[in-house]
């Protein structure tokens, strides 16, 4: 990372003039940090841990979380060690409130002004993705959402994973954009050639649960970071 992205967050438009294909993860991305919609998919993954295998939540909780570390997600790792049926996980994880988000006009018209496709690509399922961007507003702007269905529940951060989105899709890395909230998931678009945009929480002093989920010095893989996702793209579009 450059000294001079590490410290302007707004993008020099020139340096996105290529992009055709916009690529957006969902949690954390699409809506910020601090919405926290994520929290209650985490509290029913644990519940679902712990009911699963007769643990407390203390316990399963530090389960999940070994299981997400190890595996991109926590539904790999119950598939892998105790063989479970990911549509079954997928409905109770996501069985969620999501009027806890209201329409962002603002992103969704700087989302319908970007030239070329746009896409979302997240390790949760299409129904959640749907009913997060709708709440949203924005769910209209997108052109396809790939989901870890189609990604044959192997997530992000797996290449194989990239791999399928981009054959499907036709997607030219070398004119693309990924955006994101966790580091190690722009490794892989980086290496392919696309830019990297990291979503950081707006509060600086925002708690992580687990320290690799962090941005840190070595982190050259990302072009940019911003905590304004549609200050962002409305200075490309503007």
Do not use: C
């Not at 000294?3 to 996105?16: Q, S």
């Not at 049926?85 to 319908?112: C, N, Q, R």
């Not at 299409?126 to 924005?138: F, P, Q, Y």
């Not at 992000?156 to 997607?171: E, I, Q, W």
């Amino acid at each position: 990372m450059t000294e001079a992205h590490a410290t302007h967050p707004l993008p020099d438009k020139a340096e996105f003039a290529h992009v055709r294909d916009w690529v957006f993860d969902l949690d954390n991305t699409l809506y910020p940090h601090h919405v926290d919609l994520f929290a209650q998919i985490d509290v029913n993954m644990t519940g679902y841990v712990a009911a699963l295998l007769g643990l407390s939540r203390e316990d399963a909780r530090v389960l999940q979380k070994r299981y997400y570390q190890d595996h991109g997600t926590t539904l790999k790792g119950l598939m892998i060690h105790h063989g479970i049926d990911p549509v079954d996980f997928l409905e109770k994880a996501h069985a969620i409130d999501y009027g806890v988000l209201t329409p962002d006009l603002a992103l969704g018209e700087a989302i319908k002004a970007l030239p070329g496709r746009k896409f979302i690509f997240t390790n949760g399922s299409v129904k959640h993705a749907e009913m997060t961007a709708r709440a949203l507003g924005i769910l209209d702007h997108f052109d396809d959402i790939f989901d870890i269905v189609a990604a044959e529940y192997v997530p992000k951060p797996a290449g194989s994973t990239y791999d399928k989105f981009m054959a499907l899709h036709r997607v030219d890395t070398t004119h693309a954009a990924m955006f994101e909230d966790l580091p190690r998931n722009l490794l892989v678009p980086k290496a392919l050639g696309m830019k990297t945009v990291l979503l950081l929480p707006r509060d600086e002093g925002h708690e992580f649960t687990d320290a690799w989920e962090k941005r840190s010095d070595d982190d050259v893989h990302i072009d940019y970071t911003t905590s304004d996702l549609t200050g962002f793209l409305a200075r490309l579009v503007g």
